[in-house]
């Protein structure tokens, strides 16, 4: 397998593993159990909202965009992207670890370790060439 191949499947994987952590956060909703926030008055800070998509979704696209079109100054945005994702990954852990939800256990140091792979991967690649 090329190391083009790996890096799209570390960045498809961050995207998997990203859905399948919101995902996991709101699966107690499904058995009853009440998600409300206490003090919650329905109102959502869309630049959170903003900033996630960012990260879950934007980031790792435009990682892949990188890989597709392989040009010289694409490999560096593609390295630096994979360490925005990295370091992201690990300060999402420290976030969210302890956390009530036993799932959370699973992914998130997934994510990380995904992360760190996919970094050292990237950086790989442009050392070859």
């Not at 058995?31 to 926030?37: F, N, P, R």
């Not at 990188?66 to 999402?92: E, S």
């Amino acid at each position: 397998m090329t190391r083009n191949i790996k890096i799209i499947i570390l960045w498809l994987t961050t995207v998997c593993g990203f859905a399948c952590h919101s995902i996991c956060d709101v699966l107690p909703m499904f058995w009853g159990k009440d998600m409300a926030v206490m003090d919650a008055n329905g109102n959502v800070d869309q630049g959170m909202i903003v900033f996630m998509m960012t990260l879950s979704f934007l980031v790792p696209c435009c990682g892949l965009l990188c890989m597709m079109f392989r040009k010289n100054w694409t490999n560096y945005v593609n390295v630096a992207l994979a360490c925005i994702i990295a370091l992201f990954n690990v300060a999402h852990l420290c976030m969210e670890i302890p956390s009530d939800n036993a799932g959370q256990y699973v992914i998130l140091p997934l994510l990380v370790v995904v992360g760190f792979i996919l970094a050292y991967q990237s950086v790989k690649a442009i050392k070859e060439e």
